[in-house]
Nanobody, 124 residues
Framework: QVQLVESGGGLVQAGGSLRLSCAAS????????MGWFRQAPGKEREFVGG????????YYADSVKGRFTISRDNAKNTVYLQMNSLKPEDTAVYYC?????????????????WGQGTQVTVSS
């Protein structure tokens, strides 16, 4: 059974940084894409970025490009979301998700497994 467990959320001032982790277990993820999404109160869940587990290619939403970086540690089966220069509008619950494919897709419905989410709050 696939399990995704996020950690690392918290409260940070604008301009600060946080690193989220997503520990994956339950199978081999070499043929998977891992995505990071976020959902702010009253808004739809949106794609933040994704990484192909095999090869490590990354893709980002325009809103976070240049500020956020996704990486993975194969030995630990963990994906990271490094968030720098945080803004109040980055405040949301952040989720990691896994998709049985090598193609990064931005659509929420295309992902097969989800973590429970971790809250990120950026104060102004």
């Amino acid at each position: 059974q696939v399990q995704l467990v996020e950690s690392g959320g918290g409260l940070v001032q604008a301009g600060g940084s946080l690193r989220l982790s997503c520990a994956a277990s339950g199978r081999t993820f070499s043929a998977y894409v891992m995505g990071w999404f976020r959902q702010a109160p009253g808004k739809e869940r949106e794609f933040v970025g994704g990484i192909r587990w095999s090869g490590g290619s990354t893709y980002y939403a325009d809103s976070v490009k240049g500020r956020f970086t996704i990486s993975r540690d194969n030995a630990k089966n963990t994906v990271y979301l490094q968030m720098n220069s945080l803004k109040p509008e980055d405040t949301a619950v952040y989720y990691c998700a896994a998709r049985r494919s090598i193609v990064v897709i931005t659509a929420v419905r295309e992902y097969d497994y989800w973590g429970q989410g971790t809250q990120v709050t950026v104060s102004s």
